[in-house]
């Protein structure tokens, strides 16, 4: 569906920083890009996003569709992230 319209990734964007580990990336488009960016020392998802052409990025108004982009989004690394992220949980019976 991606490469139909030309677009190598969708990723979203919220909070001033991209979220690329929860993008929608095309394998044909972006296959090469990675082997590209793996060989030459990048390790970084972020950097292999910015260095392809015509990426959509999705803001916080389209992610809204889908819930909070807040909760959507969130990141987890750290034990003090895990509570944050479960505080953010409803409360189960």
């Known amino acids: 569906m991606l490469a139909e319209r030309g677009v190598p990734a969708v990723v979203p964007y919220q909070g001033g920083r991209l979220h690329p580990l929860c993008a929608a990336y095309g ?6 890009a990675v082997k590209t960016a793996l060989d ?3 390790r970084t998802v972020r950097e292999v996003v910015g260095g392809l ?4 990025y999705v803001g ?5 569709a ?3 982009p807040a909760r959507l989004l969130i990141n987890v690394n ?4 895990l509570a ?7 409360n189960e019976p």
């Open 27 to 32: 394998r044909d488009a972006v296959l090469p």
């Open 40 to 42: 030459s020392g990048v």
């Open 53 to 56: 052409p015509g990426v959509m």
């Open 60 to 64: 916080e108004r389209e992610l809204r």
């Open 66 to 68: 889908f819930g909070d």
């Open 78 to 81: 750290s034990p003090e992230d």
């Open 84 to 90: 944050r992220a479960r505080a953010m949980l409803p």
